[in-house]
């Protein structure tokens, strides 16, 4: 049941310099803590609870404020228009008429769902043989879940269409510039089975660029600049490769594999995602490569 309080992860994208250099931090997850309430799946994109986001924590001890924090409306407090795909063979489902355990009904929702139905169940079907196989990357998840690929196969998707879809630049301490790219990925953490991970379609699963809007304090006038490239930890955003990256992250929420990653406090959401990358990169690269030469053919 859906009684306790659960937390959202998002994963999203995460660039800062200063006015001394650059460093860039590529992936940071916004965690969204929300109100005690059940949790019907037809109740999910609505009332959200108002997101609080925070930036500069992940930098290093010496920006411990939050310089951004106030300023940038999250993007959850919109009220989603989505597209899902619910697995109606979740036992919490009324319409569990008709499943069989030879049927992939996720596969077949997202079959449907046009092009970021694809796009989601391209990555999907990659994570899914990496699960299937014997490799660092599925023994890691192993630890949580003696048969990941069924678990991972359990779980829906919805896209929300309302995610903010540019990246924020602020100012903070020191005159420090904060970019902030459009979160990527949210999903309840250690949800288990039949959870649902939402994709933002204006994030970098489905966009390599994104426009930029500085933000002024003191009611400043916003303007827009043009696009920075965003990614997903080492790969450039609508690749497979970050899409992989994207669901294995989520996916290691579901399980508890990761921790939660609030407002990527001490760099915890890049931490998790180096994680991710440290077990499976080998995998994500493989099996891109091996959807390049497929596609040559
Ligand atoms: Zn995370």
């Known amino acids: 049941m859906y009684s306790a309080p659960r937390s959202i992860l998002a994963v999203a994208v995460f660039l800062m310099?200063?006015?001394?250099?650059?460093?860039?931090?590529?992936?940071?997850?916004?965690?969204?803590?929300?109100?005690?309430?059940?949790?019907?799946v037809a109740n999910l994109p609505l009332g959200r609870a108002p997101c609080i986001r925070e930036?500069?924590?992940?930098?290093?001890?010496?920006?411990?404020?939050?310089?951004?924090?106030?300023?940038?409306k999250s993007p959850c407090d919109a009220s989603a228009m989505s597209m899902r795909s619910v697995n109606p063979c979740n036992p919490a489902s009324l319409t569990q008429i008709g499943c069989k355990t030879s049927r992939d009904l996720v596969q077949e929702d997202l079959a449907a769902m046009g092009k970021p139905g694809q796009k989601i169940l391209r990555?999907?079907?990659?994570?899914?043989?990496?699960?299937?196989?014997?490799?660092?990357?599925?023994?890691?998840?192993?630890?949580?879940?003696?048969?990941?690929?069924d678990t991972f196969r359990t779980l829906g998707f919805e896209v929300d269409r309302n995610g903010e879809g540019f990246v924020l630049e602020s100012k903070g301490p020191?005159?420090?510039t904060i970019f902030r790219n459009p979160y990527v990925a949210k999903v309840f953490q250690g949800d288990?089975?039949?959870?649902?991970?939402?994709?933002?379609?204006?994030?970098?699963?489905?966009?390599?660029?994104a426009g930029v809007v500085e933000l002024w304090k003191e009611g400043?006038?916003?303007?827009?600049?043009?696009?920075?490239?965003?990614?997903?930890?080492?790969?450039?955003?609508?690749?497979?490769?970050?899409?992989?990256?994207?669901?294995?992250?989520?996916?290691?929420?579901?399980?508890?594999?990761?921790?939660?990653?609030?407002?990527?406090?001490?760099?915890?959401?890049?931490?998790?995602?180096?994680?991710?990358?440290r077990f499976c990169r080998a995998e994500i690269e493989s099996k891109a490569r091996r959807g390049a030469l497929s596609a040559w053919r």
Not at 125 to 146: G, Y
Not at 197 to 208: D, S
Not at 246 to 275: R, Y
């Open 123 to 149: 990555a999907r079907d990659r994570v899914l043989e990496i699960l299937q196989t014997e490799n660092a990357c599925s023994a890691w998840f192993r630890e949580k879940d003696s048969n990941p690929a």
């Open 17 to 40: 310099s200063s006015l001394s250099g650059t460093v860039a931090f590529p992936q940071t997850v916004k965690f969204i803590r929300r109100a005690a309430e059940p949790l019907p």
């Open 192 to 209: 288990g089975q039949y959870a649902t991970v939402t994709i933002n379609t204006n994030g970098a699963f489905f966009y390599a660029m």
């Open 220 to 277: 400043g006038p916003i303007s827009h600049r043009g696009p920075r490239l965003t990614n997903v930890g080492p790969y450039a955003g609508d690749t497979i490769n970050a899409q992989m990256l994207v669901l294995l992250h989520e996916f290691g929420h579901v399980l508890d594999l990761l921790p939660a990653d609030e407002n990527n406090v001490d760099g915890k959401s890049v931490q998790n995602t180096n994680e991710v990358v």
């Open 55 to 72: 930036s500069g924590s992940a930098v290093s001890l010496s920006y411990p404020a939050t310089p951004a924090r106030g300023d940038v």
């Open 174 to 176: 020191s005159n420090m």
